[in-house]
């Protein structure tokens, strides 16, 4: 009996590989397979090389093709349900271009085997390291845009996005309306599922980047720009829905005075990080970004990993009945950083010519950067020094 064969049908899982033109490598490595369980699905992705065949060849694995090729992403969901009809719950993907060792399927398992009773779900994403030697230069500059920007859709911190070698939770997948075709498929499911509030988070695999026999079909240009398209939609769903709907949600049920302590102090941040998060916050609302205070705060926030909801808390300084002042304090502003003092015969009449009108705004523009940047230091300072006061009460409260 294979190694992990007990293990695997006990969670009902099976291991499903997406393949395409990959004879080369595949004999071998679902040979290898074969020694931890026999609960392979194979989806053959229109390959044009020996693909059939070895498949056709072994009978201990289960298969199905299509007709043509249509992207990692089709082949994936043609996998998922397909692991479904067999009854299973749980799928770990792995890629067949042997980058993967099949002796780590031990570490999924045993995240499933310490899974608490009642637990969220858990989607596992195997960590390759992407700073360690032998890994290629574009594939780790690729995974830090990607988890850059998982970072701020989502709030939470994956260190690769990208690793084909996971444990899917199928039942979620089932309620889950997937639209990309490709690579970003697998970036489209790590954040639905994230909004969905299951357990995303990495575990620590082996990697082995071969210089030969390995076959590659990410293409770097293309694929990127998908994938960029696909972030682009996310911050804006995350930014104007997700995190306004979940904040709310925990305002509802913790009530003002807990929403406060735990999710704007966040009593555990050093007083440095919260001091600077109101800062940003103040900095972005006083700012000449008109239109975009929330997307660049929330950039912003990811950015320095400060705390998102109290930078957009503080960045509505620039409600509606403070606006006139914040832009009256900005013109000023702007005509003390030029030299000309305070403009107390400020009217509307001396603006009649395109040039006064660009002179003005420029005016405006510099004076509210300057303005913001003298605010957001001084409400520094300000927070720094009361949160920690409140922080050495709390060390030396008995």
């Not at 830090?144 to 998982?150: G, I």
């Amino acid at each position: 009996m294979p190694i992990f064969q007990e293990r695997f049908d006990k969670f009902n899982c099976c291991v499903l590989v997406p393949t395409y033109n990959n004879a080369g490598t595949l004999q071998q490595f679902l040979t290898d397979l074969e020694n931890y369980t026999t609960n392979i699905l194979v989806v053959n992705d229109g390959s044009t090389d020996g693909t059939a065949r070895i498949l056709s060849d072994n009978k201990n694995v289960d298969f199905r093709t299509h007709s043509r090729n249509k992207g990692k992403g089709m082949a994936l969901k043609t996998g998922f349900q397909f692991a479904r009809e067999m009854g299973y719950e749980y799928a770990i993907t792995i890629d067949s271009d042997g980058q993967h060792y099949p002796d780590d399927l031990d570490v999924f398992l045993r995240e499933l085997e310490n899974r608490k009773p009642g637990s969220p779900e858990m989607l596992l994403v195997g960590d390759r390291n992407m700073g360690s030697d032998g890994i290629p230069g574009k594939s780790s500059k690729g995974n830090r845009f990607s988890s850059f920007w998982y970072l701020v859709v989502t709030g939470s911190e994956l260190h690769d996005t990208q690793s084909g070698y996971r444990l899917y939770p199928l039942k979620v997948l089932e309620t889950m309306t997937l639209y990309t075709r490709k690579f970003e498929l697998e970036i489209e499911v790590l954040v639905k599922s994230y909004w969905r509030k299951v357990d995303v988070r990495n575990i620590p695999i082996k990697v082995m980047y071969q210089k030969e026999g390995r076959v590659s079909h990410f293409r770097p240009f293309w694929d990127i720009v998908r994938i960029t398209l696909l972030y682009m939609w996310f911050v804006l769903v995350s930014f104007f829905y997700i995190h306004p709907r979940n904040k709310y949600q925990d305002f509802k049920n913790k009530g003002f005075r807990k929403f406060w302590k735990e999710d704007i102090l966040k009593s555990q941040e050093p007083a440095h990080k919260k001091a600077a998060a109101i800062a940003l916050g103040v900095f972005v609302g006083i700012s000449p970004f008109w239109g975009i205070h929330t997307f660049l705060v929330f950039i912003l926030a990811a950015l320095f990993r400060l705390n998102k909801v109290t930078a957009f808390l503080f960045s509505n300084i620039s409600i509606p009945p403070l606006i006139p002042f914040i832009i009256y304090a900005s013109y000023q502003a702007g005509s003390l950083v030029s030299g000309k003092g305070f403009d107390w015969d400020l009217q509307l009449q001396r603006f009649d010519t395109g040039h006064d009108i660009f002179l003005g705004l420029w005016q405006y523009i510099i004076g509210s950067l300057a303005l913001a940047i003298v605010v957001a230091l001084s409400l520094w300072i300000v927070f720094y020094f009361l949160f920690s006061v409140s922080n050495q009460k709390q060390v030396v409260k008995p």
